[in-house]
Nanobody
């Protein structure tokens, strides 16, 4: 059974930092990503990383503030979030994609990130 479990969310003041982690089990993913969903809004892409770690993709609104990484030996992924803004408040989801798959089919339960002004 494939499972993804996020952790590290919480409440932080604007300008602060948080580090999210995603632990994967059951499969090895060719790519992994972070998405987020704010109240009343659609889920949006945040960042993604390939198996090799050589290619990363970061959404423009968080570029320069967020860094994505993965540890293949531990099958984990992390999102370092710095200079947080109130608009970053959302539930953050970990997602995984198998090799040759066209989309992300596996999702974690989500972890809440709240940034106060």
């Amino acid at each position: 059974q494939v499972q993804l479990v996020e952790s590290g969310g919480g409440l932080v003041q604007a300008g602060g930092s948080l580090r999210l982690s995603c632990a994967a089990s059951g499969r090895t993913f060719s790519s992994m990503a972070w998405f987020r969903q704010a109240p009343g809004k659609e889920r949006e892409f945040v960042a993604a990383i390939t198996w090799s770690g050589g290619s990363t993709y970061v959404e423009d609104s968080v570029k320069g503030r967020f860094t994505i990484s993965r540890d293949n030996a531990k099958n984990t992924m992390a999102l370092q979030m710095n200079s947080l803004k109130p608009e970053d408040t959302a539930v953050y989801y970990c997602a995984g994609r198998l090799i040759n798959a066209g989309s992300y089919h596996y999702w974690g339960q989500g972890t809440q990130v709240t940034v106060s002004s």
